[in-house]
């Protein structure tokens, strides 16, 4: 009997098709990596099974990435298991290859990605010996409730209707890699070339964000602060008193942002006008007028990851892990993963009982409040047709993030947050305007023969609407006005001069950044570029994420709190971009034109093979801009030091490469003192380098990387060498490390032990940069017992070292920095027996808010 192969994207959605279709096709039996029964065959991958790479004769693997190897453009991509998914794609190829099973289903996530995904085992089991000729046919879903499931299987779609998706996917894919490899590849050959390894990766999405990032610190560093003033006057009168703010009524705005029509630029004249107006009267007229705010529209992910973060200061790869588990694990949401922030216009229906859900269903803790909310939009009549909401000419490939028909069950409290924040948007998108009284009053004040006009605003909500959604029920009081009469005539109470200073702009939150990410169409001035992203942004909802915590995990990118900042390396390689003049690879223009020419190839306007040739040119013109680049450094704007030259005291600059000393002013050389920017792959920042011509010193430090690219830590140091008489740079890895290389025996008698070596008892001491076991140094050591003074910025002093030992745990530091995120975190230092050394321990995890009793009983157990 023939049978359906479905193959989903992960388990838990194959045992979520496999729930669905049991009503409807009859019990499965479960394999070790399957369900069966008489029609289907249901099973999964684990995300992608399946890589791209070069054919084995194109292949450069690393310690060989120099300009001899490049450009890489092979004729075509062969395939390549996913070392930990070998078991996964072996066990689904072997179903592929079934003689029983006629056709393959394939239920991946919906888009593009989800294409890939089944398309790369499909031709990888196509590439084994005998080829397939099985029909293919999609599943296309949005939500994964158990109808909403069957719903789909009654609308599968054609592998005609989906060739152009695919065609698109896999070109996407393969240029990513073109540019990525050749692009990363050649860079790093250019800043290796002086020895090391420097890993300089660039890429199509990671590149032009980054340049975003570092474009605004560039305005912040360079922007110089110019004073300026304001006036306030205290006015009274015969209900009360008010504020008013000097302006100029015939301001005009012009090309100078810093101006403003309340802004005085000079003090005297600031002073001249505070003092003519002080203590003199103001006659008052004022202008009411209605005003309507409109609820926000649905959540897109790229909206709600902005929100969550400036909310709960999540961040973008947070709010997509909770999001797919509300849309997986818990079914109360649909697919997250989504550009789109309109529903189809066929979905009232559905919409209606989501409503009807919200308002009967016992919600967990505070999403009770909510039930209120959404039987009032039921009872009202406020859910209806309109363009705000349903409009099939605004959705993609997947509508906007609501909720679905499934009540939580038991939510951690995070999740709780999220799942708050979708439905609270879901019901006030629906609800009326809120409605306000916008009063603008001027004050004018005549003074030596001139009328000075101070204004101001007040903003009364008449009529909540939506915002009772959010709790705002009644207006804040400190937005009241006291009344005035018309032409009323006020006493001035006292004048303030306010001195003041423009800031420069601020640094990107990822909030923020999600967003230039997403309106980088915006900065596009080719009309078909700009269209073709005025919908997708850099990168797409699903990928923004895993391109921010990519640029910090490269080291492009610091998190200090929200703000994210730019580090040298991210300036080096903008700098290096733009001196080889291959500055595309920067700007939002690469991914407007390949984000037009996919959508060509969607919809069959535009060949693969046309596409791909264009790809391979780009990634040799990046190579040969690197390769034939002779001049010794790169033009750009470089630091001058503030710490002098260690050796003669003189001015020490920056180029490209290195800081060099240029002598003392009016010299027309230096003295020779230069240390390089990079030492072993690991730039320094500004400050750092000035804190080490002072010190001497710096350390340890984490990020270097050796010649075969592994990451190390350590110290480094200025030694003066005698014989040229002049100071280097040296790495120092602690006297403990080099008296171990000599054999030496340690003297620890002048010491006081810290307490007894949770691994043998003996005493331990401080020792260079690390507590160790007395018996851990020197020649023949017995024990190897060491922690560091300082763990990931912590320090660890010697009354938390002495607590480690006597009680097996320290109190709770605050100050760790994770090496991957760069975000701060709390740990307790404990000693783990069983490991032998010392490790992290947590505080314990809040509870989950439980639904109904039950699941709160089933939480306490857990």
């Known amino acids: 009997m023939s049978k359906s192969l479905i193959i989903a994207e992960k388990p838990s959605v194959a045992q979520d098709i496999v729930r669905a279709l049991t009503p409807v096709a009859g019990k499965f039996e479960k394999a070790a990596d399957y369900f069966e029964n008489d029609r289907y065959v249901v099973t999964s991958a684990v995300g992608h099974l399946v890589e791209i790479k070069a054919p084995e004769e194109y292949d450069v693997k690393r310690g060989k990435w120099s300009f001899a190897h490049l450009p890489v453009v092979p004729p075509h991509f062969d395939l390549a298991p996913i070392d930990k998914a070998k078991t996964r794609l072996a066990a689904v190829v072997k179903l592929v290859k079934r003689k029983d099973v006629t056709e393959l289903i394939n239920a991946c996530d919906a888009g593009r990605e989800g294409e890939l995904i089944f398309r790369l085992i499909v031709q990888y089991a196509d590439n084994l010996k005998t080829p397939l000729s099985k029909p293919v046919r999609r599943l296309w879903l949005q939500s994964m409730t158990p109808q909403a499931i069957r719903d789909g299987f009654d609308k599968l779609r054609s592998d005609e209707q989906m060739r152009g998706l695919a065609d698109a996917a896999r070109s996407r894919s393969e240029a990513d890699w073109l540019v990525g490899i050749n692009g990363t590849r050649a860079m790093t050959a250019f800043n290796s070339r002086d020895g090391g390894f420097f890993l300089t990766t660039v890429g199509r999405v990671q590149t032009p964000t980054l340049s975003i990032v570092v474009e605004r610190e560039e305005k912040i560093r360079k922007h110089v602060a110019r004073n300026y003033w304001e006036i306030k006057a205290d006015f009274g009168a015969a209900a009360g008193e008010y504020e008013g703010k000097w302006f100029d009524p015939s301001f005009k705005k012009n090309d100078d942002a810093d101006r403003r029509a309340d802004r005085l630029w000079n003090e005297a004249e600031a002073q001249g006008i505070a003092a003519a107006v002080k203590g003199q009267p103001g006659v008052v007229t004022e202008e009411a007028k209605p005003s ?122 995070i999740e709780a947050k999220l799942y708050d924040l979708v439905v609270k948007r879901f019901i006030a998108v629906f609800y009326p305007s809120a409605e306000f009284m916008v009063t603008t009053r001027i004050t004018k004040v005549a003074a030596s023969g001139t009328q000075h006009h101070f204004q101001t605003n007040g903003k009364v909500l008449v009529n909540p609407g939506w915002l009772a959604v959010y709790g705002k029920e009644a207006q804040d009081e400190d937005a009241n006005l006291v009344a005035v009469q018309p032409g009323e005539s006020v006493s001035n109470e006292g004048v303030s001069l306010n001195a003041l200073a423009t800031k420069p702009p601020a640094r990107y939150t990822e909030a923020t950044l999600l967003s230039a990410m997403e309106g980088a169409g915006k900065l596009i001035d080719d009309e078909d570029f700009k269209a ?104 750009g704007d470089y630091a001058t030091l503030k710490a002098p030259c260690p050796n003669c005291g003189g001015v020490v600059k920056e180029n490209y490469r290195r800081f060099t000393c240029t002598g003392s002013a009016g010299a027309e050389e230096g003295c020779g003192f230069s240390i390089t920017k990079i030492p072993a792959g690991r730039s320094f920042e500004l400050h750092e380098v000035e804190q080490f011509l002072v010190d001497k010193k710096i350390g340890p430090l984490e990020g270097f990387r050796s010649k075969a690219g592994w990451p190390f830590t350590a110290e480094l140091k200025l030694a003066h060498d005698e014989v040229e008489s002049q100071w280097k740079l040296e790495f120092d890895f602690g006297e403990d490390a080099k008296q171990a290389e000599e054999g030496e025996a340690v003297d620890f008698s002048a010491q006081t032990t810290l307490g007894a070596c949770p691994k043998c008892g003996n005493s331990v001491f401080e020792h260079g940069s690390n507590y160790v076991c007395e018996k851990s140094v020197g020649p023949g050591p017995s024990c190897d017992f060491k922690t560091g003074k300082v763990i990931l910025t912590q320090p660890v002093d010697h009354t938390q070292l002495a607590k480690l030992l006597e009680t097996g745990k320290t109190d709770l530091l605050e100050n760790f920095v994770s090496n991957k995120t760069r975000r701060k975190f709390k740990a307790f230092l404990a000693f783990d027996k069983k490991e032998g050394k010392v490790s992290f321990e947590f505080e314990p995890r809040a509870a989950k808010v439980p639904a109904k009793k039950a699941a709160a009983k089933k939480a306490a157990k857990a």
């Open 292 to 413: 309507t705010q409109a609820s926000p529209l649905l959540y897109d992910l790229t909206t709600l990851q902005r929100e969550a973060n400036s909310r709960f200061g999540f961040s973008a790869k947070t709010t997509l892990s909770l999001a797919q588990a509300l849309y997986e694990k818990h079914k109360v949401l649909t697919y997250p993963r989504t550009d789109s922030r309109a529903l189809p216009e066929d979905y009232l229906g559905t919409v209606k009982q989501t409503f009807e859900m919200l308002a009967h269903e016992d919600m967990p803790g505070p999403l009770k409040d909510l039930s209120q909310h959404a039987s009032k939009a039921l009872k009202a009549g406020y859910v209806k047709p309109s363009k705000r909401v349903f409009d099939n000419a605004k959705v993609s490939d997947h509508f906007a993030i609501i909720p679905t028909l499934q009540a939580p069950k038991a939510l951690s409290e």
């Open 532 to 635: 073709a992203m005025q919908e997708k942004g850099l990168g797409t909802p699903a990928t923004r994420a895993a391109t921010i915590e990519g640029l910090i995990l490269e080291k492009y990118m610091l998190r200090e709190g929200r703000e994210l900042v730019p580090t040298a390396k991210a300036f080096q390689l903008m700098t290096l971009l733009r001196g080889l003049d291959i500055e595309d690879l920067t700007k939002p223009e690469l991914t407007g034109n390949w984000e037009h020419q996919l959508a060509e190839m969607e919809h069959g306007r535009l060949s693969r093979d046309q596409f791909m040739k264009a790809i391979g040119d780009l990634a040799e013109r990046i190579v040969k801009k690197a390769k034939e680049y002779d001049r010794d450094t790169i033009p």
